[in-house]
């Protein structure tokens, strides 16, 4: 079994919907940096406005009209720091509103990545069951081949043993064989002697028998 899992369905989600918030926020933060770089350039223009008002009445030498651009250049001035201060606090609220998202994000994230690790804990604990059940299964199936390997071993010594009993046996055997075979041989040996010495007898009985008749014949004839 691989330890090695497939990304949950949760990491699959999170990064989808990081994916999707990446690609909206750089729209939205184009168009923030453009409204701003729009006021912050209509800032600068009154500013600059005001400067010339004020610059272009100074020659004339009307009190009236350094009084008038006086007052425009304050208010332009005013404008400006109120386009100014509304641009920065929209800015600090922007940038409170991405923190505020973004810890979100982070938070979403961080659950994502917590659910996804305690799926792959549990998915390890499985695994870890598993092996170890498969472990003991295999410890008594080890323990029953072990058994049956030292009862094969008990087999083999008995037959072993009758082995070489057949084989002692079989030497025992051959040497009674060859021993009644020389005995046979002896006796058929000490057969013929006895046959030659009754032969031997034999003759020399009919020699006596014969001896005697003609010694009986020759008695008679000199009655």
Do not use: C, F
Not at 1 to 11: N, V
Not at 40 to 68: D, E, F, N, Q, R
Not at 147 to 152: F, I, Q, R, S, T
Not at 156 to 174: I, P
């Amino acid at each position: 079994m691989s330890t090695t899992s497939a990304p949950s369905a949760t990491s699959v989600t999170a990064d989808q919907g990081g994916e999707a918030q990446d690609a909206g926020t750089p729209g939205r933060s184009s168009s923030r940096r453009l409204q701003r770089s729009t006021r912050l350039t209509v800032a600068t223009g009154l500013v600059a406005l005001s400067a010339l008002l004020v610059v272009g009445a100074v020659p004339t030498g009307s009190w009236l009209l350094v009084s008038a651009a006086a007052v425009a250049s304050v208010v332009l001035g005013l404008a400006a720091s109120r386009i100014t201060y509304a641009e920065l606090r929209e800015s600090r609220r922007e940038h409170q509103r991405d923190r505020a998202e973004q810890a979100q994000a982070y938070r979403r994230l961080a659950e994502a990545r917590a659910e996804e690790h305690a799926a792959r804990v549990a998915t390890l604990n499985e695994q870890i069951a598993e092996r170890e059940k498969a472990l003991e299964e295999l410890g008594t199936e080890l323990g029953g081949a072990q058994k049956h390997v030292a009862e094969g071993v008990r087999a083999l010594g008995v037959e072993k043993r009758r082995y070489e009993e057949l084989q002692r046996l079989q030497r025992r055997t051959e040497v009674g064989r060859d021993e009644a075979e020389n005995r046979a041989a002896e006796a058929i040996v000490s057969l013929a002697e006895l046959e030659g010495e009754v032969e031997t007898l034999r003759a020399e009985l009919q020699q006596v028998t014969a001896a005697w008749h003609r010694a009986e014949a020759a008695s008679r004839r000199h009655a």
